[in-house]
């Protein structure tokens, strides 16, 4: 996948047992600077918990369409897990 590369993922396509694995493969599969975008028939909220939580600092998330009958969320990776866990922000407070 290059930097140019969308990857796009229609969940409402793929068996609910099975979304947030796949979605979740996607996006460990993603380099910085690498997006991709989720299609969905709801507002995937738990999604972006599980999401924060399991890669703290490291996601962006946008919303490109927010329903009423269709969401698109863009997932951006914005910094890897080292720079992450090294990083001084990433209490959510920069050192000067």
Not at 20 to 44: E, M, T, Y
Request: charged residues 15%.
């Amino acid at each position: 996948m290059s930097a140019a590369t969308l990857v796009e993922i229609d969940v409402r396509n793929i068996p609910p047992y099975q979304r947030h694995q796949q979605i979740f493969a996607q996006v460990d599969a993603l380099q910085v600077g690498q997006a991709l975008q989720i299609v969905n028939d709801h507002d995937p909220v738990p999604l972006r918990r599980q999401l924060e939580a399991r890669s703290p600092g490291q996601l962006q998330w946008a919303y490109v369409q927010a329903g009423p009958d269709l969401w698109r969320v863009q997932i951006s990776k914005v910094q890897g897990a080292a720079d992450a866990e090294g990083s001084c922000c990433s209490g959510g407070a920069c050192c000067g």
